[in-house]
């Protein structure tokens, strides 16, 4: 049954931990997986985190330090020495090993790399750490099985059984050559029926997906998502294999892209969640708000401009927050979808043109069908000018905006924007001020009202 954090639970842990009750809160770990004990240690103090981190098997601990939030896992390494975090480091993969180590500071690295026993592997996260954020390398783990071409396959069995003690899930088995170049893959059904004397190069297969340690993680994600691969191969600009990703890291990428573009689409310029500091939750908002008021100012301006026109005709006033947010809900609609297409590469080429004509196509559609519903409404409740004003008022806000929509999120990824802007406060903010405008010029051409 799917464990669910309660406070009257958590209280109770609470108050085990503060009395000290070693044998309760160890009867309560052990009924729990490690995201279940990484869920309850962020909701507590460091303090207390760290008393019930320590009661924890060795055997899940170091899969609860993956699970923590990064705020807190930052917080309970401070509370640990340099040789405790690499007891811990000895239990992880190399991918996750330089990834705990990473966030530390640069002088207890080098201490936590020092106390690693395990010299191949403190070397391995070592090299991983150097590689650059959101590239292969850095997503890459050094642990996989991997054979020569000229061996044969009772000794490759061999081999495959001395590699996969440092291997937790083999995928495959990499096929290489003299020079560690990877050249292909080993079936393991060929290598079951094949006979003990056969050669790897006679039953490998040469066709095989692989990136380069450079590739960003976006292209590795989108590489896997296409061939639908559970693991990829890693090699060196000579084509030496180096290391494997697995799912789970991409997994991991395309949550932190979703995340990211959904705090972007929400006018949030950084990457924060709701554990982080105040401050720190107000600087990343605060840039759009700021554009928001800008174009509300704007807005507010323009309404002044025809000042005139209002106290002739006050009944266009009802209509102004429905014409703003039309433009903007159908602006946002527009580039949300065109923000879609582009993170699936679906729009490349000629796919652009037809898409931007087919959005101002659904623009014109939902456009007539909205007009024709607020023209019936207006023209019982007023007069039919405010009706036809409000009507083909409308109808232009949302083909404009429509377009808009479109426009804007292609432009900056272009200009490699990230265009997940496009569909936040920018769009929203840019068609209310167009759609007041346009709101405007077309009540003074239909009442007739000319500077």
């Not at 842990?13 to 044998?23: G, T």
């Not at 429905?322 to 729009?347: D, H, K, P, R, Y």
């Not at 519903?373 to 007069?383: G, K, T």
Request: aromatic fraction near 8%.
């Amino acid at each position: 049954m799917q464990f669910e954090l309660t406070t009257e639970y958590l209280s109770t842990l609470q108050d085990a931990i503060a009395k000290k009750d070693h044998s309760f809160l160890k009867a309560q770990l052990n009924e729990l997986y490690a995201q279940d004990i990484a869920l309850i240690l962020n909701q507590l103090e460091v303090e207390e985190a760290a008393y019930l981190y320590e009661l924890t098997d060795d055997e899940v601990a170091a899969d609860v330090l993956l699970e923590l939030d990064d705020d807190k896992r930052e917080a309970l390494l401070a509370t640990f020495s340099s040789k405790e975090i690499a007891e811990q480091i000895d239990n992880m993969d190399s991918d996750d090993a330089a990834d705990v180590i990473a966030e530390l500071p640069e002088n207890i690295q080098e201490e936590v790399l020092s106390h690693i026993e395990d010299i191949e592997q403190a070397s391995d996260i070592a090299e991983l750490i150097n590689y650059e954020e959101g590239t292969a390398g850095s997503l890459m783990a050094k642990e996989l099985v991997s054979v020569y071409a000229f061996e044969t396959v009772s000794h490759c069995i061999e081999e495959i059984r001395r590699q996969t003690d440092n291997v937790d899930v083999m995928y495959a088995v990499y096929v290489v050559d003299n020079n560690e170049r990877l050249i292909g893959m080993l079936s393991l059904k060929k290598l079951i029926i094949s006979h003990p004397l056969a050669r790897v190069e006679e039953i490998y297969e040469p066709d095989i997906q692989y990136v380069k340690t450079s590739a960003t993680s976006e292209e590795v994600a989108e590489y896997m998502q296409k061939y639908d691969l559970v693991v990829l191969p890693v090699v060196d600009q000579l084509n030496r294999l180096v290391g494997r990703i697995t799912i789970d890291d991409v997994v991991d990428v395309i949550k932190e892209a979703a995340d990211e573009n959904l705090q972007r689409m929400s006018g949030i310029s950084d990457d924060v969640d709701s554990n982080d500091r105040l401050w720190v939750l107000s600087k990343a908002r605060i840039p759009w708000l700021l554009v928001g008021m800008c174009g509300g100012i704007i807005g507010s301006r323009i309404i002044g401009t025809y000042e005139s026109q209002i106290k002739i005709h006050p009944e266009m006033a009802f209509f102004i927050p429905l014409i703003g947010a039309m433009g903007g809900n159908v602006g946002v609609q527009s580039s949300a979808i065109i923000v879609q297409g582009l993170a699936n590469n679906t729009l490349l080429g000629n796919k652009i043109a037809p898409k931007l004509v087919k959005e101002l196509g659904v623009g014109l559609i939902n456009g007539l069908i909205c007009s024709v519903l607020i023209w019936a409404y207006a023209s019982v409740i007023e007069d039919w000018k405010l009706a036809a004003t409000v009507s083909v008022a409308l109808l232009t806000v949302i083909l404009f905006a429509s377009f808009l929509g479109t426009f804007v999120p292609l432009t900056m990824n272009r200009f490699k924007i990230n265009p997940a802007l496009a569909t936040g406060p920018f769009v929203t903010t840019l068609n209310d001020i167009i759609g007041m405008t346009i709101y405007f010029i077309v009540g003074r051409v239909m009442y007739g009202l000319y500077l």
